[in-house]
């Protein structure tokens, strides 16, 4: 019970951390420290390493007191000094080029076997979820992220790509997943389209095989990181959409119910 607890109440404090940046629009980018905070639990809320946020503050210690603020990133150059270093040093991760921007513009890639001769599959999902309850709650985290920008190669409540909010939301719930959308379609076991369950991750063919990807929270809908030319941001979309209907390439499941009759 103690357990159930502890997860809930993490579950909870990060979608109350997201929904409250997603509320000032990343502007602000400080947190301001609470009673019984700790650098490592500050540090899993924001995607950010107690080392980054030591050398942000410029803190010796790991003690904090109520009240602190607590810089989240460097301050932001001026226009010149900022487009000086993006042209310099482009703002991607190790999954560069891995994703592509969705578009009504893109092609529909064939759906033939060839697209997924390499990606091997499991016979079983990776784990279980503890009660129903717990399956519910990765929806309610995911959903917690709405709004949050979209950044190619982003991992953070500052910005975060497709496969970046996947891995964030399932770090949450014991699951460590790879970092690109393609490597995530290795894992789990492959579910039918007309099965799906809460936390199951949909996949689509963008400009490349398993382009994107997103968390599926019922009634035929997902989350994900889009970036679209102009909705780059975490929303909801519905697998019905002609966009992803035509493009949906394979749905995997993560964890299972125990008595499932897929286990």
């Known amino acids: 019970?103690?357990?159930?607890?502890?997860?809930?109440?993490?579950g909870l404090s990060v979608l109350f951390f997201s929904l409250l940046i997603c509320t000032d629009g990343f502007a602000d980018q400080q947190y301001k420290v609470k009673k019984g905070d700790t650098l490592s639990g500050i540090a899993k809320k924001t995607g950010l390493s107690v080392s980054d946020i030591k050398t942000l503050n410029n803190l010796r210690k790991h003690k904090?007191?109520?009240g602190q603020k607590l810089a989240l990133a460097k301050p932001t150059p001026d226009n010149g000094a900022?487009?000086?270093k993006k042209a310099a040093q482009p703002d991607f991760s190790e999954n560069d080029g891995e994703e592509d921007l969705l578009s009504d513009e893109v092609p529909v890639l064939e759906k033939t076997s060839e697209l997924d001769s390499d990606v091997q599959h499991s016979e079983n999902p990776l784990g279980q979820w503890r009660d129903p309850e717990e399956r519910n709650l990765v929806v309610k985290v995911a959903k917690g992220f709405l709004g949050a920008p979209y950044r190619l190669g982003g991992s953070s409540v500052q910005?975060?790509?497709c496969s970046g909010f996947v891995r964030k939301i399932y770090e949450f719930f014991d699951v460590n997943l790879p970092r690109t959308a393609r490597e995530q379609a290795k894992v789990g076991m492959k579910v039918a389209k007309g099965e799906l369950t809460e936390g199951?991750?949909?996949?689509?063919?963008?400009?490349?095989?398993?382009?994107?990807?997103?968390?599926?929270?019922?009634?035929n809908q997902f989350v994900h990181a889009s970036s679209g030319k102009k909705d780059r941001h975490v929303r909801i979309d519905s697998l019905d959409k002609p966009y992803y209907n035509q493009r949906f390439i394979k749905a995997v499941r993560l964890k299972a119910l125990e008595g499932d009759n897929d286990i």
């Open 64 to 66: 904090l007191h109520t």
């Open 200 to 219: 199951d991750l949909v996949f689509f063919n963008t400009r490349r095989a398993f382009g994107h990807v997103g968390i599926y929270i019922g009634n």
């Open 82 to 84: 900022r487009q000086q």
């Open 159 to 161: 910005g975060l790509d």
């Open 1 to 10: 019970m103690m357990e159930r607890r502890i997860f809930l109440w993490m």
